[in-house]
């Protein structure tokens, strides 16, 4: 008896001390009848609906002639036959940010659009602007042509979101009408989802389908958590895998509009990175592969003056942990341009920190971009000269140097022969191509018939020959 009174002695002991962590537990609780089963999310829809707008984006493109450059056609019709214009429309959802009239989207819905419109959920119509884009962040603000005041979200933070909440998709999938999808947080942290640079990704089970991309992924008190940007499917409907791009991403981009900025800047570090290996972390002393290993570090670099080493891996970012290298340049990026960041690096001798300034990329080499021109299998390329500002922009290692092709026209000769944006051109007929402008001066007085290239692609060199 006395043994059973000093246990539900110390049973009570103990949940006294618990009592106050479980009632900050308590913010979030199961249902616990049937009443609240019942419960519906109506209001939450009706409060929220009107901030969420559907995207009519159209662009005029060029066909080509089927006939073009058949003899007997050209025969009756000339040598230049007309291309034919087509009209060709997307349509996605955005999410008002702002009362003055700023939404957000993807920026694939927008992409290469000759006019947008934005609906409301109420019908009205009205025209407006791209003010922001980034491809690699697939994100897009534009500004509303009208002055009057708009319904908006309010962005949340989307650090505390966790694996298990309930959330609401809002959008406009198949172009049916506005839509309302319900489900949880499945997964956080999610990388290698798109083919774009950007990788830190909310998971969702609510369903998204075409047409939600660039809408709003809620939690329960009506603030947007993340814009709805990804669906794994083979049949290209809902399967209960979506992707939605962070709230303080989010934030982050929409300040940079509202600042006035033309591109998107991201901090510089100065420093290469790869996922952290089983084998990594074992000669570490880490207990999980993960973090971003520091594969190089430039000379001068923020990184450098900081004293981040090659070899090290970074496991935190002012304290909140990093799975791999996409979360690392998240966790800097949402941190934000002219502050400072703690790094938490391991190494084989242990754990130590360092702080490192968050600014933006030099221009240490002008980028002195041009257009290549002229009867030869570079024509369309726009190319550049690297430097850690292009390097950051383009999302290639920080050590890079030479001329890269930032840009290839739609259709033409360089396209056709399968240049890729972010190629690195290092030789051409055997001379060294380190400038833009050597390219253009070999070019000129190359053999027009034959031509061999040397490129860096996706870290590996590539020879091609051209004819």
Known sequence: MLTMQKCVSTGLLALSLLLPVAAQAQEKTLPQSREQMQLS??????????????????????????????????????????????????????VILSDKGLVVTNNHVIQGADDIKIALADGREYPCEV????????????????????????????????VGDLVLAIGNPFGVGQTVTSGIVSGLARNQVTNGDF???IQTDASINPGNSGGALMNTNGELIGINTAIFSRGGGSNGVGFAIPGNLVNVFLKAAEEGKSTFERPYVGATFMPVTSEVAEALGLKMARGALVTAVVDG???????????????????????????LGYRLTTAGLGKSAELTVAQSSGERKLTIALNTAPETTPRDERLIEGRNPFAGLRVANLSPKLATE???????????????????????????????IISLNGDPVKTSKDLETILKDSDPGFWRLEVERDGQRIRQFFR
Do not use: W
């Open 41 to 94: 999310f109506a209001p939450l829809v009706k409060q929220t609906s009107g901030a969420v707008v559907n995207v009519y984006a159209e662009r005029l493109a060029q066909r080509r002639n089927p006939f073009a450059g058949d003899p007997f056609f050209e025969q009756f019709f000339g040598q230049r036959m007309p291309n034919r214009s087509e009209k060709q429309s997307s349509l996605g959802s955005g």
């Open 131 to 162: 003010i922001l884009k980034d491809e690699s962040m697939d994100l897009a603000v534009l500004r509303i042509k009208a002055k009057e005041s708009f319904p908006v979200l309010k962005i949340a933070n989307s650090d505390a979101v966790e």
């Open 199 to 201: 990788g830190f990704f």
């Open 301 to 327: 670099s923020p990184a450098d003056k900081g004293g981040l080493k090659p070899g090290e891996v970074i496991t935190a970012v002012n304290g909140i942990a990093i799975e791999h290298p996409d979360a």
């Open 394 to 424: 383009l999302q290639l290692g920080a050590d890079k140097t030479g001329v890269v092709v930032a840009d290839i026209a739609r259709n033409s000769p360089a396209a056709r022969v399968g240049f890729q944006q972010k190629d690195i």
